[in-house]
């Protein structure tokens, strides 16, 4: 499949390198053509691998992967282009966090709007699904990196793009997805971020992740 | 042990209920010490159960379980005054969410302070604990109803207290406890309430918790 990856970062770059590994076909995006980090990117990653800006990225793919700060998110999709986008599947992988301040924080999710739901504000022909944004991006592209099987979530008002991403998180190893309901669940997964990141500060590893326990698992 | 539990709801009683079938002598407070569902609970719980207003019950229990409504809670411990807990442990089991509008959300925690700060800021010389507010009342005294061992977590910033509070856990079942560290770490256990709100909406149920997976685990 045609992958266009927007962001340069480590979620990018770890998603975008996986993909290539699996065969599909990715371009790298980024504020401007000639971006230094996605040039390098796309000529080390292989076979199916380029590079470009927003606009090039989101054009070349079937569905479109989010993956800058959360802070620039709807910038860099305004930056692609609406018609570039689509009734394509655009995968927020991103959180709101805010790391202007000492200690980051979700900027938004659980004050009343969530950047999943800004994303598909900012682009009501897309199909917007929230994914990813709950674990590292190691733990992303290698789940069972955790030690066992744990889980992933998912949300967006499209079932069909929930469905096509789901299949996409099972080519990357995600063997337990849960679907959270329209994008508007966004809320409960960016606001986990908090959770996550004190997480991370009391066990000293980003290498962990949650496994939902009740009566059916 | 004697325990003080305020707050006369369901978490509050459904805890109290608990303690004194583990043998513990309880003692329901209520913004009135006339309160009729705290004497209703105290002449149904049996053995070991007394109600009494919120300072009655805080003079009485060695440890407290502050229970009531999370915008309540500073109240009712100022209510409980200051002297009848000095020193002692109080548990914060609430969670900050407005149910004024249509959907519960988190007051506090992501927009930079929690509860669980802002109780320990009004009690100085209490040992403040934030534990038991990532589950529903009815696990949190029975965590294998969820399906299997699941994961509780507690945060405050005396390491004693905690110890305390740990073993207490234990005695209501959970067997898998994770200290976040200070305090502040309630930031995170209470904005994990928007993402637990999110999975009840999609599981249509309350009886589930989460697993922590990592290499140790």
């Known amino acids: 499949m045609k992958i266009g990856v927007l962001g340069t970062g480590t979620v990018g770059s770890t998603l975008a390198s996986k993909l290539v590994a699996l065969g599909h076909e990715v371009r790298m995006g980024a504020r401007e053509a000639n971006n230094a980090k ?3 990117w796309a000529e080390s990653a292989g076979r199916g691998a380029s590079a470009g800006d927003f606009a090039d990225a989101a054009a070349f793919g079937e569905i479109v992967l989010s993956c800058t700060l959360g802070e ?4 860099a999709l305004r930056a692609a282009k609406a018609e570039n986008l689509r009734g ?3 995968v927020d992988v991103s959180n709101p966090l ?6 980051p924080r979700v900027l938004t999710g659980s004050a009343g709007e969530s950047l999943g739901e800004q994303i598909q ?3 009501p022909d897309a199909r917007v699904v929230k994914a990813l944004n709950t674990v590292n991006a190691g733990v992303m592209v290698d789940p069972r990196r955790v030690g066992g099987e744990s ?4 949300c967006g008002n499209d079932a ?3 469905t096509r991403v789901a299949a996409l998180l099972k080519e990357l190893g995600w063997t337990r997805i849960h679907d959270l309901g329209p994008i508007v669940s ?3 997964m960016e606001a986990y971020l908090l959770f996550w990141l004190t997480l991370m500060g009391a066990f000293k590893t980003a290498d962990f992740n949650v496994r939902i326990v009740r009566g059916e698992s």
């Not at 620039?72 to 910038?75: D, G, S, T």
């Not at 889980?151 to 998912?154: A, P, Y």
């Open 151 to 154: 889980d992933l979530f998912l």
């Open 121 to 123: 504000q900012a682009l």
């Open 72 to 75: 620039k998110a709807v910038e």
């Open 38 to 40: 996605a040039k390098a």
């Open 88 to 90: 394509k599947v655009v």
């Open 98 to 103: 805010d790391f202007s301040r000492g200690m």
């Open 186 to 188: 966004a809320r409960g």
């Open 160 to 162: 069909a793009a929930k």
